[in-house]
Structure formats: structure tokens, C-alpha cells
């Protein structure tokens, strides 16, 4: 019987395949001058999208707490008072999602987009604290 399948479950012999892709393209002998050659100064470069981008989405995120904390106000200055234990715990679980959701609102246009700005503009219109803002400027 073959020892395929020991010999699938160890590293040995592996040095010498060349269908094998690495992470370093020149091999052992540009990794040995690399170290000889003295320590070397990295520049990474920042694309200015890139930047505008993370400035964007630190704005976004702070202003998606704030909404969470407007929810939270809204809440504690409006108590419900329901008939049923069920109509108390429905009304609850409505009031931990509005919470939750400008910060799940950010993280998933973050996560999922590929222009997530557009998304996180029309998050902070879905998710506001609507009773607040408008009991505010009434």
C-alpha cells in the first residue's frame, strides 16, 4: 500500500517542489542579500482616496453613536407602558434594534460596499433619531 496519504499530512520533500508558490518570488538568494545589505527605510505610500476614505468613515462612525445615544435619550424620556408581558417585550426588542442599528447600519456599509460613503450618508437619514431631532427643532 502507497504512503500517499502519510505522506499528504507532512511538510517533508516540500523544499524541493517547483510547483510550489511562496510568498518570496526570487528565492533564498534575494532574501540573503536583502538582510546583508543593511537596514532599509519602507515609504508606504497612502493613496489620498484611501485617506478621505478612513476620514469618512471615523466621521460616520461618530455620528452613528451619537444616533445610538439619541435613541437611547428618546427612550429614557418616553417609557412605555404596555397591557401584556408580551406587547412590553416587543416593544423593548424595537427599542434595543434602534439602538443597535446605526452602528450595524455603518459596520455593514463598511463591510459590504465598495463605495460605502453613498450608504453611510443614507444611513444617518434612516437611522436618526427621528422623535428627538423633530421634538428638538419643533
Known amino acids: 500500500m502507497p504512503d500517499d496519504d502519510r505522506d499528504a499530512l507532512s511538510w ?36 489620498p482616496a484611501q485617506r478621505t476614505r478612513a476620514i469618512a468613515g471615523v466621521l460616520f462612525l ?18 412605555a407602558q404596555q397591557q401584556t408581558i408580551l406587547g412590553l417585550a416587543m416593544y423593548q426588542l424595537g427599542e434595543l434594534l434602534a439602538v443597535l442599528a446605526p452602528i450595524g447600519w455603518w459596520l455593514a456599509a463598511r463591510r459590504l460596499a465598495a463605495q460605502p460613503v453613498p450608504w453611510w450618508i443614507a444611513g444617518v437619514v434612516v437611522t436618526a433619531p427621528w422623535p428627538l431631532l423633530v421634538g428638538v427643532l419643533a
Open 12 to 47: 517533508e520533500g516540500d523544499a524541493d517542489d517547483e510547483t510550489l508558490v511562496t510568498s518570496d518570488p526570487e528565492g533564498p538568494a534575494a532574501t540573503a542579500a536583502a538582510t546583508t545589505a543593511g537596514p532599509a527605510s519602507v515609504a508606504v505610500a497612502v493613496d
Open 62 to 79: 461618530l455620528i452613528a453613536v451619537a444616533s445610538a445615544v439619541g435613541w437611547v435619550v428618546v427612550m429614557l424620556a418616553n417609557p
